[in-house]
C-alpha cells in the first residue's frame, strides 16, 4: 500500500479542500511532482498539456487513493 509521508499528506488535505474549479500554477506542479513521486510505476517529472484536462484529472483522482491511505508515521 502506497502512502504519501506526513508533510506531503498534509499538503494535499489542504489541496482537497479547495473550493476552486481550476488549478493555480504552484498547485498543478504540486500534483505533477507528488505523482512522479507516488505513482507506481514511478516516473519522471511530468506535466501534462493543459489543453485537455481529462491527465491532470486523472492524476488528481490517483493521489486521492494514495490520500485515503494515510500516512506513514515517523
Known amino acids: 500500500m502506497i ?5 506531503d499528506y498534509k499538503k494535499w488535505e489542504l489541496f ?3 473550493k476552486r474549479k481550476s488549478l493555480l500554477t504552484r498547485e498543478f506542479e504540486m500534483v505533477c511532482q507528488l505523482h512522479a513521486l507516488y505513482s507506481v510505476p ?5 506535466k501534462p498539456c493543459t489543453c485537455n484536462p481529462k ?3 486523472r ?3 490517483d493521489l486521492n487513493r494514495i490520500f ?4 506513514v508515521k515517523d
Open 3 to 7: 502512502q504519501f509521508d506526513e508533510t
Open 16 to 18: 482537497r479542500k479547495s
Open 42 to 46: 514511478k516516473h519522471d517529472y511530468y
Open 55 to 57: 491527465t491532470i484529472i
Open 59 to 61: 492524476l488528481i483522482a
Open 68 to 71: 485515503d491511505n494515510g500516512f
